[in-house]
């Protein structure tokens, strides 16, 4: 019995020391843990006082910069504020109102100009009061192939050299601000690319082989759309495809429209399609309707897509769908069309320009 408590005591005494040893070694950890955390504290702190030091010095750096384009900011707004001032104080100018956009894409006829300055010239012959506007000449891009197709903005190699040929002759005729697209778009996202540049509240479209061939009263249209702007954000100058608008809608579509009187000497006739020719149009009317929505495809006319959509909505919904469209043709009276076209193609027709 008394060996079997002396082995008792000695297995209890060696339990006792392997206890008082892990505490030790717990108790070390822990110090050394709380070391190890007060030693990286100032090392945390030191990180964050460099990082808010990198952030001032990138800020100060940057500060001027920062200056610049505020100042910059500050001195656009005050332009417009003072041109706004001293178009209300110098009265009513079309060139306040009203920019023209002519548009040009490659044509078999490049690199000879006579197509795009027949067209100039003739605007200028019959719509003088246009050359006080600022022009914008819209030039698209264009896709190389083996065969040319020009519709769809293909050209050969060698057509796409001599449209380059042309563009570089373009700008020495100095018709107006050039706005090129790089690469191939189509007419509807090559004209919404100029009219990014647009800066008045209404624009007029011309395209390139769409010449003037009678007066067009373009000061009586704008303020005319001015006036009755609640109705009327589109006016289309009359074609040959237009003219007896209401007899060609009613013999096609059996509905009835008729001409609207304005007080400016000539009435506005409904439109049941968007038509890409040359026309006069709200800059609100583009950049919140026609350019909202896909109504317009790349690659494709802005009539193609939004032309269609709009006859079937009247179609199915009746002459009242018209509203929200607000698109006429201007109808003066005269039987004649006021804007001709010109193929670009045959050289027969540009043998017989006028205004070159």
């Known amino acids: 019995?008394?060996?079997?408590?002396?082995?008792?005591?000695?297995?209890?005494?060696?339990?006792?020391?392997?206890?008082?040893?892990?505490?030790?070694?717990?108790?070390?950890?822990?110090?050394?843990?709380?070391?190890?955390a007060a030693l990286a504290k100032p090392s945390a702190l030191h990180s964050t006082a460099r990082s808010q030091h990198a952030a001032a010095a990138t800020f100060k750096k940057m500060q001027p910069r920062y200056k610049l384009a505020g100042?910059?900011?500050?001195?656009?707004?005050?332009?417009?504020?003072?041109?706004?001032?001293?178009?209300?104080?110098?009265?009513?100018?079309?060139?306040?109102?009203?920019?023209v956009v002519l548009c040009t894409s490659p044509v078999k006829s490049n690199p000879s100009t006579k197509l795009i300055?027949?067209?100039?010239?003739?605007?200028?012959h019959y719509a003088p009061?246009?050359?006080?506007?600022?022009?914008?000449?819209?030039?698209d891009g264009y896709k190389t192939r083996e065969r040319p197709k020009y519709r769809s903005g293909q050209v050969t190699e060698e057509g796409g050299k001599a449209y380059e040929e042309f563009l570089t002759r373009l700008k020495k005729l100095n018709l107006g601000e050039?706005?090129?697209?790089?690469?191939?778009?189509g007419f509807g996202f090559a004209l919404k690319n100029a009219l990014t540049r647009v800066r008045t509240p209404y624009v007029i479209v011309i395209q390139h082989d769409r010449n003037f061939v009678r007066e067009a009263p373009i000061v009586d249209i704008v303020k005319c759309l001015e006036k009755n702007d609640a109705w009327l954000k589109y006016v289309l100058l009359?074609?040959?495809?237009?003219?007896?608008?209401?007899?060609?809608?009613?013999?096609?579509?059996?509905?009835?429209?008729a001409p609207q009187p304005t007080d400016f000497g000539?009435?506005?006739?409904?439109?049941?399609?968007?038509?890409?020719?040359?026309?006069?149009?709200?800059?609100?009317?583009?950049?919140e309707f026609v350019y909202r929505g896909g109504l317009v495809a790349r690659g494709g006319f802005v009539e193609d897509k939004l032309g269609q959509y709009q006859l079937k909505r009247i179609k199915e919904r009746g002459l009242s769908a018209h509203a929200?469209?607000?698109?006429?043709v201007l109808d003066d009276g005269i039987e004649k069309p006021m804007v001709s076209h010109l193929d670009g193609h045959d050289s027969r027709v540009l043998d017989k320009v006028r205004f070159v």
């Not at 003072?82 to 060139?95: A, S, V």
């Not at 009061?129 to 914008?136: D, E, P, T, V």
């Not at 040359?278 to 950049?287: E, K, P």
């Open 1 to 36: 019995m008394e060996w079997g408590a002396r082995l008792a005591h000695k297995l209890q005494a060696r339990i006792d020391r392997r206890s008082a040893a892990t505490a030790s070694t717990t108790g070390a950890c822990k110090r050394k843990n709380a070391v190890a």
């Open 71 to 99: 100042a910059a900011a500050a001195a656009a707004v005050a332009a417009i504020i003072i041109e706004r001032w001293r178009r209300r104080r110098r009265g009513w100018r079309l060139e306040d109102r009203l920019t």
């Open 117 to 124: 300055q027949e067209t100039h010239g003739s605007m200028c």
């Open 129 to 139: 009061c246009l050359k006080a506007c600022r022009m914008i000449i819209c030039c």
């Open 178 to 185: 050039i706005a090129r697209c790089q690469e191939r778009q």
């Open 238 to 257: 009359p074609t040959t495809t237009v003219l007896n608008y209401p007899r060609y809608v009613q013999s096609k579509y059996q509905l009835r429209i």
């Open 266 to 287: 000539f009435s506005l006739t409904p439109l049941l399609q968007w038509y890409d020719s040359t026309h006069v149009c709200s800059m609100r009317h583009y950049r």
């Open 324 to 328: 929200e469209f607000a698109q006429f």
